[in-house]
């Protein structure tokens, strides 16, 4: 395997920002990782992992180690009965191809997370979800290398502790597990509804009434079309912000100030605000702040028009994230990790 030297990050993040890596290599196997870890260990030099770099930002020094690619391949059938089937996926496998060809054999259970950019690996990383799915209601079981015993490990979907957007991988045990493959359960029943209400909104203005994971998937792919810029046309990471989460009391303030204030009562009794509509109440929505335009399809999205450092990135999300916090006591958090 080949270990390249300073190499510009900007060219493998879908912010195109970023300087140099001091070293980087892909990994095709988990053999091959296992080595390249033990070996950068034995010469303390830090590793960082990247799958599709859709949700990493880099910043303008670089970064001082090695950054692993992965792109382990796999799509493997492991069980199959009357309702279900049970399939294990290469953690470099691209996310959207895995969903066409779960769609493709009639499967469903991940229909509704279609168009999202990246690969496999990373969707139990922040919980990956959309439209009423999220990758922790069909994952069974995932495989990673631990970095500190430095050995393969099974985990189950109960010790991988997920929450809205949330496991382990990127709290108490992050950087620690690199994942290298998942297992997940589909169904071969039809989705149901009632569906995650925008979807469920377009399927209804269409007059869709036969729901099929294809019919899902193409409705998903229509809506996501407007609302989420292409990376490969326009440079962003997706969501930038992760929605907001108030407890009750906090909740109880802001109603009567904002009366229209969208909040979602969550399991645990704190509140989610989309912090897409908090931009917007801003006024922040479409504007341009040093070379990052707010989506004004979608505030959430930061596009890159014509920044050129992770300096001005970070000008734009402190002026948002500034604005919000003054006007509503909110601190809003960045989604995409950071080198
Ligand atoms: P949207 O439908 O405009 O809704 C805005 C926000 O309100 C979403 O974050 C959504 O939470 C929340 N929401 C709407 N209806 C809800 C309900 N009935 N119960 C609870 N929460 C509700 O969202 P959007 O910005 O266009 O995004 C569409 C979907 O793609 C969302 O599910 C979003 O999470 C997902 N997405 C995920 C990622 C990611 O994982 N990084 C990136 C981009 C978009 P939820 O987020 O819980 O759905």
């Not at 900007?10 to 033990?38: D, P, Q």
């Not at 994952?139 to 050995?151: G, I």
């Not at 009434?209 to 440079?235: G, Y």
């Not at 505030?299 to 402190?318: F, G, P, T």
């Amino acid at each position: 395997m080949d270990i390249h030297t300073n190499i510009p990050l900007k060219n493998y993040l879908t912010m195109k920002i970023g300087g140099n890596a001091r070293f980087m290599t892909e990994v095709h196997s988990r053999e091959e990782l296992a080595a390249v870890c033990e070996n950068a260990k034995s010469k303390n030099i830090p590793i960082f992992i990247i799958g599709g770099g859709s949700n990493v930002i880099a910043r303008d020094e670089g970064y001082e180690g090695l950054v692993i690619r992965i792109r382990i391949p796999g799509f493997e059938i492991i069980s199959e009965d009357d309702s279900s089937t049970t399939i294990r996926i290469g953690a470099g496998e691209n996310w959207d191809s895995v969903v066409k060809r779960s769609v493709d054999m009639k499967l469903s259970g991940i229909e509704a997370m279609s168009g999202i950019p990246g690969t496999a690996g990373a969707t139990p990383i922040q919980n990956v979800g959309a439209y009423g799915q999220e990758i922790a209601d069909t994952l069974q079981s995932l495989e990673a290398y631990d970095l500190e015993t430095k050995s393969f490990v099974t985990m189950q979907n109960s010790e991988c502790g997920f929450s809205y957007r949330d496991s382990i991988f990127r709290s108490s045990s992050a950087g620690r597990y690199i994942i290298t493959s998942i297992t997940i359960v589909l169904s071969k029943y039809m989705p149901k509804p009632p569906f995650y209400d925008s979807l469920q909104r377009y399927l209804d203005e269409k007059q869709i009434k036969i729901f099929t994971p294809d019919i899902i998937r193409n409705t998903v792919l229509e809506i996501r079309k407007d609302k989420l810029p292409d990376p490969a046309v326009q440079p962003s990471a997706g969501s930038f912000f992760k929605n907001a989460i108030v407890d009750k009391w906090q909740a109880e303030q802001l109603k009567p100030s904002y009366p229209d204030m969208p909040m979602f009562e969550m399991a645990d009794g704190r509140f989610k605000i989309p912090t897409g509509w908090l931009i917007e109440k801003t006024g922040l929505k479409g504007q341009l702040i040093n070379g990052m335009r707010i989506s004004p399809n979608n505030a959430l999205v930061l596009i890159n028009e014509s920044a050129h450092s992770y300096d001005e990135l970070a000008k734009a999300r402190d002026e948002i994230t500034i604005k919000i916090r003054d006007m509503f006591r909110i601190q809003i958090e960045q989604e995409p990790l950071e080198m």
